[in-house]
T-cell receptor, first 116, second 114 residues
């Protein structure tokens, strides 16, 4: 079945640095990927929709200059948290549209980001 | 606008009890999918079921069953004879082909005590 690989699974970084998270579709091409953020004990909130070859579409309230999304190929989307602050500490999870109507979405295993 | 409501924030049961998790959704779309996911403490999302808007048949998979009723916009999830390993947060979600977005409910934290 369709698999989405997300890397790293966890990362600790210092305040002010940038962190890149990768989301890969391993056995299918994903023209569209989604990035979600989940704070402790809260739901998954859609941050942005990443489209291959074009600019990402950000949800209201998400800073596009802080959360840089690049979808340069049909199998890879990256989320870069720039100038990270402790309040950016969260669980980030990506999903990919498969294009198959009977199995439309698959999720990565998530990345736990801790900013110290 | 699309919305998913999971009114139960937390549920606690004793092992072997049956438990039903409620999910109510709102959408103007005629074509959509509904999902249930399980999120254990490790964080990954475990896919449980997908149901499309044209298929109102209820489904049973082992101890899990789902009741989809378009008339009440509900997609409830029942665990029969719950086990400690069922303890997790469960999310109901709505996917629309018009928006190509998956929207999650707020989740229900289920604790099953031995």
């Amino acid at each position: 079945g369709a698999v989405v690989s997300q890397h790293p699974s966890w990362v600790i970084c210092k305040s002010g640095t940038s962190v890149k998270i990768e989301c890969r579709s391993l056995d299918f091409q994903a023209t569209t990927m989604f990035w979600y953020r989940q704070f402790p004990k809260q739901s998954l909130m859609l941050m942005a929709t990443s489209n291959e070859g074009s600019k990402a579409t950000y949800e209201q309230g998400v800073e596009k200059d802080k959360f840089l999304i690049n979808h340069a190929s049909l199998t890879l989307s990256t989320l870069t948290v720039t100038s990270a602050h402790p309040e950016d500490s969260s669980f980030y999870i990506c999903s990919a549209l498969t294009g198959q109507r009977n199995s439309p979405l698959h999720f990565g295993n998530g990345t736990r980001l801790t900013v110290t | 606008a699309q919305k998913v409501t999971q009114a139960q924030t937390e549920i606690s049961v004793v092992e072997k009890e049956d438990v039903t998790l409620d999910c109510v959704y709102e959408t103007r779309d005629t074509t959509y999918y509904l999902f249930w996911y399980k999120q254990p403490p490790s964080g990954e999302l475990v896919f449980l079921i997908r149901r499309n808007s044209f298929d109102e048949q209820n489904e049973i998979s082992g101890r899990y069953s789902w009741n989809f009723q378009k008339s009440t916009s509900s997609f409830n999830f029942t665990i029969t004879a719950s086990q400690v390993v069922d303890s997790a947060v469960y999310f109901c979600a709505l996917f629309s082909y018009n928006t190509d977005k998956l929207i999650f409910g707020t989740g229900t934290r289920l604790q099953v005590f031995p």
